[in-house]
Nanobody
Protein backbone atom coordinates (compact mmCIF):
# COMPACT_ATOMS: atom_id res chain seq x y z
CA UNK A 1 0.00 0.00 0.00
CA UNK A 2 1.47 3.31 -1.11
CA UNK A 3 1.72 5.69 1.85
CA UNK A 4 2.09 9.38 1.13
CA UNK A 5 3.34 11.87 3.67
CA UNK A 6 2.87 15.62 3.27
CA UNK A 7 4.86 18.33 4.98
CA UNK A 8 5.34 22.08 4.82
CA UNK A 9 2.00 23.36 6.04
CA UNK A 10 2.19 26.41 8.27
CA UNK A 11 0.62 29.70 9.28
CA UNK A 12 1.53 32.45 6.83
CA UNK A 13 0.39 36.00 6.19
CA UNK A 14 -1.60 36.98 3.14
CA UNK A 15 0.77 37.50 0.22
CA UNK A 16 3.30 35.08 1.59
CA UNK A 17 4.65 31.82 0.20
CA UNK A 18 4.91 28.21 1.25
CA UNK A 19 6.24 25.06 -0.34
CA UNK A 20 4.52 21.79 0.37
CA UNK A 21 6.26 18.46 -0.09
CA UNK A 22 4.96 14.94 -0.43
CA UNK A 23 7.00 11.78 -0.40
CA UNK A 24 6.64 8.03 -0.01
CA UNK A 25 9.08 6.06 2.08
CA UNK A 26 8.75 2.52 0.79
CA UNK A 27 7.65 2.83 -2.84
CA UNK A 28 8.77 4.83 -5.80
CA UNK A 29 6.44 7.57 -7.00
CA UNK A 30 8.01 7.62 -10.43
CA UNK A 31 5.19 5.77 -12.16
CA UNK A 32 2.29 7.68 -10.64
CA UNK A 33 0.52 10.83 -11.57
CA UNK A 34 0.60 13.03 -8.48
CA UNK A 35 -1.88 15.62 -7.38
CA UNK A 36 -2.58 18.14 -4.67
CA UNK A 37 -6.04 18.64 -3.27
CA UNK A 38 -7.39 20.81 -0.49
CA UNK A 39 -10.35 20.90 1.82
CA UNK A 40 -11.44 23.95 3.73
CA UNK A 41 -13.74 23.69 6.75
CA UNK A 42 -17.30 23.02 5.67
CA UNK A 43 -16.35 22.61 2.03
CA UNK A 44 -15.79 19.70 -0.31
CA UNK A 45 -12.35 18.52 -1.25
CA UNK A 46 -11.19 20.24 -4.42
CA UNK A 47 -8.41 19.56 -6.88
CA UNK A 48 -5.60 22.10 -6.86
CA UNK A 49 -2.98 20.76 -9.22
CA UNK A 50 -1.71 17.60 -10.83
CA UNK A 51 1.44 16.45 -12.61
CA UNK A 52 1.90 13.48 -14.90
CA UNK A 53 4.24 10.61 -14.13
CA UNK A 54 6.89 12.01 -16.46
CA UNK A 55 6.45 15.55 -15.21
CA UNK A 56 5.77 16.68 -18.73
CA UNK A 57 2.18 17.68 -18.14
CA UNK A 58 0.66 19.78 -15.39
CA UNK A 59 -2.80 21.04 -14.63
CA UNK A 60 -4.12 23.67 -12.24
CA UNK A 61 -7.41 24.81 -10.81
CA UNK A 62 -8.37 28.25 -12.08
CA UNK A 63 -8.24 29.62 -8.55
CA UNK A 64 -4.49 28.95 -8.25
CA UNK A 65 -3.22 29.45 -11.79
CA UNK A 66 -0.31 31.85 -11.86
CA UNK A 67 0.25 31.54 -8.12
CA UNK A 68 0.94 27.84 -7.50
CA UNK A 69 3.46 25.60 -9.21
CA UNK A 70 3.59 21.82 -9.02
CA UNK A 71 6.81 19.96 -9.66
CA UNK A 72 8.32 16.58 -9.00
CA UNK A 73 11.80 15.27 -8.35
CA UNK A 74 11.76 11.59 -9.12
CA UNK A 75 15.31 11.17 -7.82
CA UNK A 76 14.09 12.40 -4.43
CA UNK A 77 10.77 10.59 -4.74
CA UNK A 78 9.01 13.84 -3.94
CA UNK A 79 6.34 16.09 -5.37
CA UNK A 80 6.16 19.76 -4.45
CA UNK A 81 3.59 22.50 -4.48
CA UNK A 82 5.08 25.98 -4.47
CA UNK A 83 2.42 28.42 -3.33
CA UNK A 84 2.97 32.14 -3.83
CA UNK A 85 0.77 35.18 -3.27
CA UNK A 86 -1.27 33.25 -0.77
CA UNK A 87 -4.75 34.45 0.11
CA UNK A 88 -6.93 33.75 3.14
CA UNK A 89 -9.20 31.67 0.90
CA UNK A 90 -6.27 29.29 0.34
CA UNK A 91 -6.61 28.20 3.96
CA UNK A 92 -7.27 24.46 4.00
CA UNK A 93 -5.87 21.06 4.70
CA UNK A 94 -3.79 20.13 1.67
CA UNK A 95 -3.61 16.51 0.59
CA UNK A 96 -1.22 14.73 -1.70
CA UNK A 97 -2.62 11.96 -3.88
CA UNK A 98 -1.32 9.46 -6.40
CA UNK A 99 -2.98 7.86 -9.38
CA UNK A 100 -2.05 4.91 -11.55
CA UNK A 101 -3.13 6.75 -14.67
CA UNK A 102 -1.97 10.09 -16.03
CA UNK A 103 -5.51 10.63 -17.27
CA UNK A 104 -6.51 11.34 -13.68
CA UNK A 105 -4.72 14.67 -14.01
CA UNK A 106 -7.00 15.91 -16.78
CA UNK A 107 -9.78 16.92 -14.41
CA UNK A 108 -7.93 16.78 -11.05
CA UNK A 109 -10.87 14.87 -9.64
CA UNK A 110 -10.55 13.22 -6.26
CA UNK A 111 -12.37 10.13 -7.53
CA UNK A 112 -9.56 9.54 -10.01
CA UNK A 113 -6.86 9.18 -7.37
CA UNK A 114 -5.84 5.85 -5.89
CA UNK A 115 -3.79 6.76 -2.81
CA UNK A 116 -3.94 9.62 -0.34
CA UNK A 117 -1.84 11.23 2.32
CA UNK A 118 -3.22 12.44 5.63
CA UNK A 119 -2.84 16.12 4.84
CA UNK A 120 -1.00 19.19 6.06
CA UNK A 121 -2.67 22.36 7.29
CA UNK A 122 -2.10 25.67 5.55
CA UNK A 123 -3.48 28.75 7.27
CA UNK A 124 -3.29 32.14 5.61
CA UNK A 125 -4.02 35.11 7.84
CA UNK A 126 -5.36 38.40 6.50
Amino acid sequence: QLQLVESGGDLVQSGGSLRLSCTASEFTLNYYALGWFRQAPGKEREGVSCISSSGGSTNYADSVKGRFTISRDNAKNTVYLQMNSLKPEDTAVYYCAAAFSDSSCFSIAARGMDFWGKGTLVTVSS
